[in-house]
């Protein structure tokens, strides 16, 4: 699964790519706080999500989300996550959905820790307050990576569910690109994945 899902979400990696790394072209403290504000914004819902999806494995959810570390470096950088604008907790229709929206989420994490060596250099007061989330994964992202892999292919017995495991990265692949494209600096509410996930039961 992690072949299909690069395969087929591989026209969207160079701008995913391309948003994270935005930060090292002029790395302030004004941009990095801006920059983790609208990860926050971003990714704490879609975590929420997973966690409100049934059928996710627990493991998964134990290891490889980062919201409350995310969190902790908005508190850090004196921006609360309670002053950032946040969608309702809500479920993906399926685990495939979910573990779909995962692996974007995740895949972000293979460029942390260049980045995170490089702001090191640049605002290492920052990043020794407020770099767990890009810290987090350091030397372990690769084999999270596995563990996720072999969830998604437990997961993927049939061909349906590999399709809609890919169609489900490739929206979130789009959602991210939205978001992360908007030329506002301060985090603001993102708009609405095309396939809304539904509400929590």
């Known amino acids: 699964m992690l072949n299909h899902l690069a395969q087929g979400t591989e026209a969207h990696h160079a701008a995913a790519d391309g948003d994270r790394l935005a930060i090292m072209e002029n790395p302030t403290i004004e941009r990095y706080r801006a920059f983790v504000g609208r990860i926050y914004c971003f990714e704490a819902p879609v975590e929420a999500a997973c966690i409100a999806t049934r059928g996710v494995p627990r493991g998964l959810l134990r290891t490889h989300l980062k919201t409350p570390r995310l969190a902790g470096d908005l508190e850090a950088l004196k921006l609360p996550p309670s002053d950032t604008a946040q969608l309702p907790g809500r479920a993906f229709d399926s685990p495939a959905e979910a573990l779909g929206w995962m692996w974007v989420l995740h895949r ?67 959602m991210q690109r939205q978001w992360y494209g908007c030329a506002l600096l301060s985090p603001r509410r993102p708009p609405a994945p095309t396939r809304a996930p539904r509400q929590a039961a």
């Not at 998604?152 to 590999?162: E, G, I, P, S």
């Open 108 to 174: 972000n994490t293979l460029l942390h820790g260049l980045i995170y060596r490089y702001l090191l250099g640049k605002l290492p007061d920052a990043m020794a307050t407020a770099g767990d989330y890009l810290s987090a994964f350091e030397g372990r992202a690769g084999a999270l990576m596995r563990e996720l892999g072999d969830a998604l292919d437990a997961t993927a017995r049939r061909n349906v569910v590999t399709q809609q495991m890919v169609g489900a990265a490739t929206a979130a692949f789009r």
